[in-house]
């Protein structure tokens, strides 16, 4: 189990309540659960790390409990209770300096926990049908909450009396109608004091709080089916968002374009993660596959097949590949030689086939490329 | 004009002959070698058009001409073909049992690229997945089956008649008239009156082209198109009318997760325990993501020969999408939706 644990860079919550990880490097996925005791009360609808090392995995689960992960050791380590299942299930999970936990459910209680007490810290109401809740990656303290008639809201949780900033909704349309509100997903923008966050009426909002305008700065939309996730890549200025149909869209922050396509899902997403520095996105769904796409090229690199209907997706901070270091040596060395063959057997070549020869040896490194992947 | 026109003469003689007798290979050679000097006489004098080394007969530009050299040219590759089979079966018939084994020919069935869905029947984790779906009441044995019927607004006659027959096939089944209702308003009422299964079927210019199975209380909805639909009255050698006893139901090739989800989709529209004195059997038949649908009824002759009867309606059905809860096509998530283009860009890869 440790040696599993430690080589997955890719953790997914399922519906079926097993906790799924993926190692990349060797074309693996494990499941980490005991399979005599499943059942669907177990399904986890948030995961978050437990700690800044990435040592350790939270698991919302849909019975109001968080068990604590150890991905060093392989198991789960610790169950708590927070919160009544009746409340509804977790729309949102985050740690918050080490051992406390901040929870948001679905009927808008957001609450602090500490490691010791069975009582929360903190307590603060969000409004009705939360759809998420996201922490923010610089402040902590700071967190965003949104869902169906319920406009984005950020908190300090500092001053918890209050939010920092409320979203007004949107203009009264043409025909003087009011404009429905259906946050579902959200993100902080780094470096500066703006969230992104998509709708389920396919659009893409930005706000800006540091500004006195509590309307969206900025309006995309994209499809015309609910957006249900979005995620930030790490180069600025683009969004990935994806909705119910399985559509995943790169739309630029600046203008509001739809910048590229990324095929081939077939069913409706309800995670996504870029990875915190290579250009790359991670989607899961309905139609229990982990797809990996590049955003470069908006190709697929990786699809694994995982058997059960996907909820929630981590990706490690690490490089998704080629994390044992000495393995990757061998193999280039392998690749070296190889290529010192191909040169020697090119020589041997006429004149007139020496054309031939840098297209040739290309070849044979894109094929070692390939069995690198 | 003159040296034009004679060619042609002979070249639709040449046809008239080949009707007449197709057989008579000698005659007709020995017609085609006379066209052949005549054709060179024509080509003589002008410089510009003499024939290719490999010479084709697309390059022949007189139409009648053309035709009558790419009949030759049929025939003479037929016979070749025949000559083939000949010796190999000769080939065959000499080595007697120690002839190789048959080729299997390719189908695009049995070159199906490996789908890594497939479902394992010893896998745990799908077990317990379908276990406990929507349709595990169903499969416990908890709840029974009763379908509502219904159709787009303002049905023509053979919509209706559609509905009457699939009403006939699936015990339980109560056909309603639409009457303008929104589909999201019925079904909260179909589940107060306990029924598991809406089902509409979709009419376009009078023929019934789409089909929505949605499972009650709480979903999956699957959508499919329907197409050649053929009802009792237009069916050839049918059987009596079908009678009332549950049927038996067939699912064939059913073989992804999707696959099964939706084998379990159609499995959950009859009752549970066949009634084997009825003899009929309801078949779901899965073939190049074609699913298609028959009645029939077995008729024993005796106690080793059995033969069946089609009792009809028969029709064809595809996957367009997987929708998970109920009718929702708006804000619902979908499983699996059709994507075309994109999916079906490899002409062997299959998703049910």
Known sequence: MEERSRLCSVWLGSETGILKGVSLDRKQAFNFCNTRTLSREQEV??????????SELLLGCLDGTVRTFSTEKGVFTEARSCGDPQEGCFSGL???????????????????????????????????????????????????????????????????EKPVFTAKNLRDDWLDLRRPHWVRDMAFIPESDKVVTCTGYHQVHVFDPSSPRRRPVLEAEFGEYPLTALSLPAAGHTVVVGNTQGQLALLDLRKGLVRGVLKGLSGGVRALQ?????????????????????????????????????????????????????????????????????WDSMERVEEAAMKRKPGGGEEVKKKKKKAGD | MDITEVPTNQSSKGKKKKN????????????MEVEKESSAVEKKPEPAATFPPTFSVSEIKNKQRRHLMFMKFKQEKRKQKLQLRKKKRKEREALGDKAPPKEVPKTIENQRVFDETTVDPEDEEVAFDEGTDEFSAYFNGLTNPKVLITTSDRPRGRTMKFCEQLATVIPNAHVYYRRGLALKRIIPQCVARNFTYMMVINED?????????????????AHFKV???RLRKEMKRRGKDPTEHYPEVILNNFSTRLGHSIGRLFAALFPQNPQFVGRQVATFHNQRDFIFFRFHRYIFKNEKKVGIQELGPRFTLKLRSLQKGTFDSKYGEYEWVLKRHEMDACRRKFQL
């Not at chain 1, 609808?45 to 990435?54: I, T, Y």
């Not at chain 1, 985050?94 to 957001?110: F, N, P």
Request: glycine share 8%.
């Open chain 2, 205 to 221: 210019r009078q023929v019934p082209n789409g089909l929505v199975l949605c499972h009650l209380p709480d979903g999956p909805t």
């Open chain 2, 227 to 229: 197409s050649s639909v």
């Open chain 1, 45 to 54: 609808r948030a995961l978050c790390w437990g700690d800044p090392a990435e």
């Open chain 2, 20 to 31: 007449k007798k197709s057989v008579k290979a000698k005659t007709k050679v020995e017609n």
């Open chain 1, 274 to 342: 870029c990875h915190a520095s290579q250009p790359l996105v991670a989607s899961c769904g309905l139609d229990r596959f982990l797809r990996i796409h590049s955003l470069e090229d908006r190709k697929l690199q990786h699809k694994v097949y995982l058997k059960s209907r996907l909820n929630c997706l981590l990706l490690a901070s690490r490089e998704l590949q080629g994390g044992g270091a000495a393995e990757g040596g061998a193999e280039q060395e392998v690749k070296e030689e190889e290529e010192d063959e191909v």
């Open chain 1, 94 to 160: 985050a740690s918050l300096r080490g051992s406390a936990v901040i929870t948001c459910v679905e009927c808008g209680k957001l609450r602090v926990w500490r490691e010791d007490s069975s009582r929360p810290v903190a307590e603060l109401d969000a409004g009705s049908s939360v759809c998420r809740m996201r922490q923010s990656p610089v402040d902590p303290n700071r967190v965003a909450t949104g869902g169906k008639e319920n406009g984005l809201k950020i908190w300090d949780l500092e001053r918890p």
